[in-house]
């Protein structure tokens, strides 16, 4: 049977201060959050045992479940990102120059009798049959 191994946390200003002990040993470390705590409290866990024997309870005073919700709330946090900058818009003169359209890639413009002929012209309606039997 395993001896269960406990991790202890406790907060310490912006650090976290993290003692592991079992199998009569105990081992001290510090990190600058709870995440990197737990990091921690693993690499401490591996110099008292063996990794696959080892069981580790984690508590935060006291409590395993005050421990895992601070850590999860600490994983499920998403940091605080600056705001996007967004770029002034341009002068308008690459519009004015494209009328407006997007510019063409270099190679992949029509041939100007192609861009001519795309411009519908006016078409009369389609007469339908029966007033095409009418005029008749």
Do not use: C
Not at 18 to 42: N, Y
Request: a negative charge.
């Amino acid at each position: 049977m395993t001896e269960p191994i406990t991790a202890s946390y406790v907060q310490e200003d912006d650090d976290w201060k993290v003692t592991v002990s079992g199998s009569g040993k105990e081992l001290t470390g510090r990190a600058p959050g709870i995440i990197a705590a737990r990091d921690r409290a693993d690499q401490l866990v591996e110099k008292l045992s063996p990794p696959e024997r080892s069981t580790v309870v984690h508590l935060l005073n006291g409590s395993a479940l005050e421990f895992t919700a601070a850590y999860m709330t600490a994983r499920l946090t998403l940091p605080e990102i600056e705001p996007l900058e967004v770029p002034p818009p341009s002068n308008g003169k690459a519009k004015e120059k494209t009328g407006g359209k997007p510019p063409v890639p270099q190679g992949k413009e029509l041939p100007k009798a192609v861009d001519e002929a795309k411009v519908p012209e006016k078409t009369e309606p389609a007469k339908t049959p029966a007033k095409a039997a009418q005029t008749s």
